[in-house]
């Protein structure tokens, strides 16, 4: 039987455990995150458990702009019928909500020039309104820009003829950094509070966190994540290297409690991520939750999740406003998930933890020249959404030749602590890995039941350090400082996603190679940032032109600093078949409790069809992209590498629908109401190692 139309009672019983005033209209999905506490919550129940296996495809819209690795990671939002979006190459499009009928569609590089110019990855979009004025804000490469949401045409008053340069205001004399506006801005009245993706060597860009006027463009305030002198935090870094730092950045979105006018920040690490020997210290904001005033960016609180990060474990999506009921008290909190497997949970108004924090003591490093924290913050509870260590008893052993191809690889390695820091003889493994734990997709909560869930990826990595002095050449040095991240020191890339770079004077010229570094493509950034002289030089050793010989380091223009010891490329533990190191499952799906922190249920996320038809079922998969959660008693995420979108009760975890989509769909759904009709709707744009898709589909029940 359908469960009855939501009802008067109901909403009373919802909005009495919320705290806010506003009344949220489950008709829209205004929000990155949906409802504007980021809740990733719908109270429509047209859509039950008994009925959600008749949904059907009610309409598909093809962008037609996908080329090779491209992705969408776009959560769109739909606003009074109008759906809005981006595509693979950041066009901003409206639809008809209901038929999936495009409105209009703006292709940012009309005003940005240079068609084939690379401008990153793009998470959504924001919508503000003031009388009849409408305007849709998005990020570009290093531009924010402003459209109008009726016309798509670009609003010319809005900073630059339409867009405002993220590399300007940076509290630096420079304005050539690598910058990316991936996750969308929030709103609060009338400004525009966005962070920014940065490179992640010593070449990066300052995060600080800032706030735009949404008619003008022009700055209102912002705020230092690495701290300036007399500056709150300012101790926490070497004195001597502070100005050249950068990182601790927001790459990851935020969320507004609009009652109070607090945005809250969650940071990445600062630079270099794997070795902090310029940085000695605990770098505040790095690795923290910053709870800032909407209105002037002053701290309000802080809370930081990892001291002097070496493991790149930054807070990875933007947290969630939560109300819970504890020892028969409501409290307003707020929750954020992290790479390494916890939950963090604070009263919204004075940042006190929910459950204690712990301090606890931490492996130390004994690379030279580095100096980590003795103690690192342990959460009492929730309970951890997977497993925090990799031990002998999870190496891979589904099959004897893929258990000794992982045995092979460890031969040297350490493992065994989540806290590992990397080591100069020794490879380590890292666990949860680099993509975590919890990613950029967020969680859900439901105020109905107080139950929070969420997807992790449980994954090893590897992390291997080479001394810089070993490098033969100034080409050498200039590849480690720029590529050697992703595609390894040995230039073997992380494939299917990273390609190798070993035979690529088959496929450039220096011209043309050169043209690549300059404009970007796919998950490949633009290193247009970069003096001519230093491309040429990297040029000439990517095509085997580069002098031998030459003990000559090159140092980074943007620092005059370059790291002791670099990372050896993001390399996942693997068999030669693309396996992963660990015994299954490797996607997981966590319902917590947060009346008690404890789980609920956890069940597997995706299959590989080819270890199905072994036997081998409910091993998870990567995923990336995150759920959300119904008054109709459902969760639904897609996320994972099978290109499926699946639903679960809510209560039990027990899988009750699953669809083949076109692509997988690497991001978050979204669940609107138009005329009546409940839609669930996904990007499916594939890449990470699957095949590229350029479709967003809908889905609802037959007429």
Not at 151 to 174: C, H, I, Q, S, Y
Not at 275 to 301: E, M, P, Q
């Amino acid at each position: 039987m359908n469960r009855p139309p939501i009802t008067f009672l109901f909403f009373l019983a919802v909005f009495a455990c919320q705290s806010e005033k506003q009344k949220i209209d489950y008709r829209d999905w205004s929000h990155y995150g949906g409802p504007e506490d980021g809740s990733r919550y719908s109270a429509l129940t047209e859509i039950t458990r008994e009925n959600v296996n008749q949904l059907q495809v009610a309409w598909v819209y093809q962008t037609g702009d996908a080329t090779e690795r491209s992705q969408i990671q776009c959560q769109p939002i739909v606003k009074d019928g109008v759906l809005y979006g981006s595509t693979p190459r950041l066009n901003v499009f409206a639809l008809d909500a209901a038929s999936g009928e495009e409105l209009w569609r703006f292709d940012p590089f009309e005003i940005l020039g240079g068609e084939n110019s690379w401008a990153g990855t793009n998470r959504g979009v924001s919508y503000w309104e003031k009388g009849e004025e409408k305007r849709i804000l998005f990020g570009a490469g290093n531009w924010l820009m402003s459209v109008d949401a009726q016309t798509g045409k670009p609003n010319l008053d809005f900073g630059e003829g339409g867009k405002v340069d993220l590399r300007k205001n940076l509290a630096t004399d420079r304005e050539d950094f690598l910058i990316v506006a991936n996750a969308p801005g929030v709103v609060y009245e009338d400004f525009i509070i966005i962070g920014m993706r940065l490179s992640e060597g010593l070449d990066a860009a300052p995060g600080h966190i800032r706030a735009y006027n949404i008619q003008t463009g022009n700055l209102e305030w912002i705020f230092h994540t690495i701290p300036q002198e007399g500056e709150l935090g300012y101790e926490t870094w070497d004195p001597d290297y502070i100005q050249k730092m950068g990182g601790a950045n927001n790459w990851a979105g935020m969320v507004v409690d609009y009652q109070r006018g607090i945005v809250f920040v969650p940071t990445g690490s600062a630079t270099y991520d794997f070795w902090g020997g310029y940085r000695h210290g605990d770098n505040l904001f790095a690795n923290s939750l910053l709870a800032l005033d909407a209105k002037t960016g002053k701290r309000i609180w802080h809370f930081q999740g990892v001291h002097h990060d070496i493991w790149d474990r930054d807070f990875p999506s933007p947290p969630t406003l939560i109300r819970i009921q504890k020892e028969g008290k409501w409290i307003d909190a707020v929750a954020q998930p992290s790479k390494q497997g916890y939950t963090y949970v604070f009263d919204r108004e004075t940042g006190e933890p929910i459950w204690p924090i712990e301090e606890k003591e931490v492996s130390q490093s004994s690379l030279p020249g580095e100096l980590t924290s003795p103690t690192q913050p342990i959460p009492t509870l929730p309970e951890p959404f997977m497993k925090l260590t990799f031990e002998e008893k999870d190496i891979l052993n589904l099959k004897p030749e893929w258990e000794a191809a992982i045995r092979d690889q460890l031969q040297n390695a350490l493992y065994g602590d989540t806290w590992l820091p990397p080591n100069a003889e020794h490879p380590i493994v890292l666990f949860p890995g680099m993509d975590g734990g919890a990613e950029w997709g967020g969680a859900a909560f439901d105020p109905e039941t107080q139950t929070f869930f969420v997807n992790a990826n449980q994954i090893p990595w590897l992390i291997e350090m080479t001394p810089n002095a070993e490098f033969e050449n100034v080409g050498q040095s200039a590849y480690t400082n720029y590529c050697g991240n992703c595609h390894g020191l040995e230039r073997q890339g992380n494939l299917p996603a990273i390609p190798g770079l070993l035979d690529i004077a088959e496929k450039y010229t220096p011209d043309s190679l050169d043209l690549l570094l300059q404009k970007g493509r796919g998950a490949m950034p633009a290193f247009d940032y970069l003096a001519a002289e230093t491309r040429q030089v990297l040029v000439d050793y990517l095509l085997g032109k580069a002098t031998e010989g030459d003990k000559q380091e090159l140092e980074s223009e943007a620092t005059d600093l370059s790291p002791r010891y670099y990372m050896n490329g993001y390399k996942k533990l693997l068999t030669d078949g693309g396996l992963y190191g660990s015994n299954p499952p490797w996607g997981l799906l966590t319902a917590l409790d947060m009346k008690t922190g404890l789980k609920k249920w956890q069940v597997p996320l995706g299959e590989i069809d080819s270890l199905v038809a072994q036997g081998f079922k409910n091993t998870g998969t990567e995923n990336y992209g995150g759920p959300v959660v119904t008054a109709g008693g459902l969760l639904f995420i897609a996320a994972t590498k099978d290109e499926k979108i699946r639903a679960f009760d809510k209560e039990t975890g027990t899988l009750l629908w699953e669809a083949k989509l076109p692509a997988a769909g690497h991001a978050t759904p979204a669940v609107y109401e138009q005329n009546g009709k409940q839609y669930l709707v996904i990007a499916c744009g594939g890449g990470k190692g699957t095949k590229s898709g350029d479709a967003y589909v809908a889905f609802a029940l037959p007429d």
